[in-house]
C-alpha cells in the first residue's frame, strides 16, 4: 500500500502547458488510495478544464474566491483548503507563481491556500530552458526551499518552445514516486524491523478439537498495520484468526499451535530490532494427542496438560539489544503481576490489560491499557480504540530509538 494511502492532498495547478498532465498526476494520486483537492489559478483553466479535474478527483475544483456564477456567491475558504491538506503539491509551478510564492504575493485563491497551508509544500517547476536558469528563477527555488518546501526537479526533454533541455515539469509516476519516496525516507520507524505475534493459540485434542482462547488478534494487527505506516519492515506471526492485513508490505506469518509461534519467532528474533508479543498463546496443551476422534463413550472425560513452550520468556533470555514488549492480561493484582513479569522475561516494556475494565480484553474494539516500563514507571491510559492504543505502543517505540 502507497504511503499516500489515505492522504488529504491539495495540488495546486497554475498557468502552463504541462498543466495538461495535471490529469493524469490527479488520477495516480486516486489510485495510490489519496484524497485529492484542486485548486487552480484563473489561467491555468485556458490549458485544462475543471470539468475534467472535478470528474477525476470526485470533488469541485476551485479557482476563484467566490462562485461567480452562484447566486448565493458562496465563498471558497482557502483557509479551510489550506488546513485541511496533509500535503500540498504546486504543479506545474510557472515562474510567475513561483516569483509570487516566494516573495507572498497573495492575488489568487492559489497563492492565498499556499499561504494558508500547515502542511509539507511540494512544487515542480514548469518553463523553458532560459527561464529555469535565469537568476530571478533561482532566487524563487532558493528562497521556497529556505521556507521548507521541497521542489521535484524539472527534466530534460523536448519543451513548448522547440528546444530541448532542462525545465520539462516532472513525469506524473516521477512526480508521485518522488513524494511517495521522499515521505517514507521521514518516516520515524524507517528501517527498523519489527517482530509481531497476534491471535490466541490451537492446542489439538484430537483431529477435531481443541484448547483455544477467545483472542480475535485485532490487537495485534492493528500495531503491525501502525507499525508499517510509520515506515517498518513488519513481520507478523498470527494464530488461527480471521483477520488480515491492511499494510501490503507486512510479510504475514499464519501458525496454529503455541510450538510453531514459538519456532517461528526464534526464526526471525535475531535480526529483529523490536518484538512485540501480543499473542495470547495457550499456557498448557494436552500431553498426548489422540490421532482419532474421541468418541463420547464415558460421562466424564480427563485431559492430562503439560506446559507450553514461554515464547516470551525464551526472546527476553536471548535478548541482546532488541526492545521488548510484553501484553500482560490480569484478573487480580495486576500491576503487581506486571512487574514481576517484566523481571522474570526481561522485558523493556508491559502493557496491562485488564479484565475488570468494561471495553478491554477479548473482542471489543477498544482497550484500557497500563504501560509499565523496566524502571516500573506506571503510565495508565484512557480507553480508546485498538488502533490508538496501537500508536500508542509504537510511540513508545519511537521514543526509545530517540532517547
Known amino acids: 500500500m502507497s504511503v499516500l494511502s489515505g492522504k488529504k492532498i491539495v495540488l495546486g495547478i497554475s498557468g502552463g502547458i504541462a498543466a495538461y498532465k495535471t490529469a493524469t498526476l490527479v488520477r495516480l494520486f486516486i489510485k495510490a488510495g489519496a484524497e485529492v483537492q484542486v485548486v487552480m489559478t484563473p489561467a491555468s483553466i485556458d490549458f485544462v478544464t475543471p470539468l475534467t479535474l472535478s470528474t477525476l478527483s470526485k470533488k469541485p475544483v476551485h479557482s476563484t474566491f467566490y462562485n461567480e456564477e452562484d447566486e448565493n456567491a458562496s465563498w471558497n475558504n482557502h483557509v479551510e483548503i489550506g488546513l485541511w491538506a496533509d ?42 530552458l532560459d527561464m529555469y536558469k535565469h537568476p530571478s528563477t533561482l532566487a524563487s527555488f532558493s528562497k521556497l526551499l529556505s521556507f521548507g518546501n521541497t521542489i521535484i526537479p524539472a527534466e530534460n526533454g523536448e519543451l513548448a518552445s522547440g528546444l530541448s533541455g532542462e525545465g520539462r515539469m516532472a513525469e506524473p509516476e516521477n512526480i508521485v514516486t518522488f513524494i511517495e519516496n521522499d515521505i517514507a525516507d521521514k518516516l520515524p520507524l524507517r528501517g527498523k524491523k519489527i517482530l509481531i505475534t497476534a491471535g490466541p493459540t490451537y492446542e489439538a485434542i484430537d483431529p477435531v478439537r481443541f484448547i483455544g482462547n477467545h ?189
Do not use: W
Not at 302 to 309: A, D, F, G, P
Not at 326 to 332: H, V
Not at 352 to 379: C, P
Not at 383 to 393: C, F, N
Open 215 to 403: 483472542s480475535s488478534g485485532k490487537m495485534g494487527f492493528e500495531i503491525a498495520n501502525e507499525a508499517a505506516k510509520l515506515g517498518a519492515e513488519v513481520t507478523l506471526i498470527s494464530g488461527p484468526s480471521h483477520l488480515n492485513v491492511s499494510e501490503k508490505s507486512i510479510q504475514l506469518l499464519r501458525v496454529v499451535s503455541a510450538e510453531e509461534m514459538y519456532n517461528t519467532c526464534h526464526i526471525y528474533f535475531e535480526n529483529t530490532d523490536v518484538a512485540i508479543a501480543a499473542a495470547a498463546v495457550a499456557d498448557y496443551r494436552p500431553k498426548n494427542v489422540a490421532s482419532q476422534k474421541i468418541k463420547k463413550t464415558e460421562n466424564s472425560f480427563n485431559i492430562e496438560l503439560e506446559r507450553t513452550k514461554d515464547i516470551l520468556a525464551s526472546l527476553g533470555e536471548i535478548k541482546q539489544n532488541q526492545f521488548l514488549i510484553g501484553f500482560a492480561l490480569e484478573t487480580e493484582n495486576e500491576i503487581e503481576n506486571a512487574k514481576a513479569k517484566i523481571q522474570k522475561k526481561n522485558l523493556d516494556l508491559i502493557v496491562l490489560n485488564s479484565l475488570q475494565d468494561d471495553g478491554a480484553g477479548f473482542g471489543t474494539s477498544t482497550n484500557k491499557v497500563t504501560f509499565i516500563d523496566k524502571n516500573f514507571t506506571i503510565e495508565p491510559m484512557d480507553l480508546q480504540s485498538k488502533e490508538k492504543v496501537a500508536q500508542d505502543i509504537l510511540n513508545k517505540v519511537i521514543a526509545h530509538y530517540d532517547d
Open 87 to 128: 500535503i500540498m503539491l504546486i504543479a506545474p509551478a510557472t515562474a510567475n507563481t513561483m516569483s509570487k510564492m516566494a516573495n507572498g504575493t497573495c492575488d489568487n485563491l492559489l497563492l492565498a491556500t499556499y499561504l494558508s497551508a500547515k502542511c509539507p509544500v511540494y512544487f515542480a517547476p514548469a518553463m523553458d
